[in-house]
């Protein structure tokens, strides 16, 4: 096969030169209240990449996405207790979940993936949609318990941030503490 990102002849779907070269994830931090988001690239920067979301590739994309970008920040990370790493909608009712993916890879001593946590009961898309038509389509989340009380939250694109914005307030209800949230990219509006 080729690369989708050079062209040139490779057994993976991005060949290691571009995973390395091209690949290095920055950080870059935006803030959601009081409670910050760290991403790792944005959005333009892999655009073409995650456009491969429906296809037959897109689950191979996400996993090389999330092993440089999701696995280098785990091992990394040091915190005294165990977090519960939960992921936005991570359900697979249509074949794949880009947040599954991106959960899986955040696992170390303390970094503790759950799934299946927060259930979107909106089938309402947000791509390409504003920011008013985004506000008045909220996901309405389900929520299954966990034990730990202490939360990183992960979703595949911060947009707005309504999102995120609205898992955390369910959390805080339910008296669960959000210490930040990570996504894969950051997009302008
Ligand atoms: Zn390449």
């Known amino acids: 096969m080729h690369c989708l990102m050079c062209g040139s002849f490779s057994l993976l779907h991005i060949c290691k ?78 074949g794949y979940s880009h947040t599954a993916i991106l959960v899986k890879f955040l696992k170390s001593k303390v970094l503790i993936p759950h799934f299946n946590i927060l259930r979107s009961q909106s089938t309402y898309s947000y791509s390409s949609k504003t920011v008013k038509q985004r506000e008045s389509n909220p996901r309405n989340f389900i929520y299954h318990d966990i034990k730990l009380n202490e939360i990183i939250l992960i979703d595949d694109i911060i947009t707005t941030g309504k999102t995120l914005q609205e898992a955390m307030l369910l959390l ?18």
Not at 34 to 63: A, E, P, Q, R
Not at 173 to 189: E, G, I, P, R, S
């Open 17 to 94: 030169t571009c995973q390395i070269e091209e690949l290095e994830p920055s950080l870059y931090i935006t803030y959601i209240d009081d409670v910050k988001v760290l991403s790792f690239y944005t959005y333009d920067k892999i655009k073409i990449l995650l456009h491969t979301k429906h296809t037959d590739i897109g689950y191979y994309i996400l996993n090389i996405l999330a092993s440089i970008a999701m696995k280098k920040f785990a091992m990394n990370f040091e915190y005294t207790s165990k977090i519960a790493v939960v992921g936005i909608d991570d359900h697979n009712g249509h």
């Open 172 to 189: 805080k209800q339910n008296n669960k503490k959000v210490l930040f949230c990570v996504t894969l990219a950051k997009a302008k509006l």
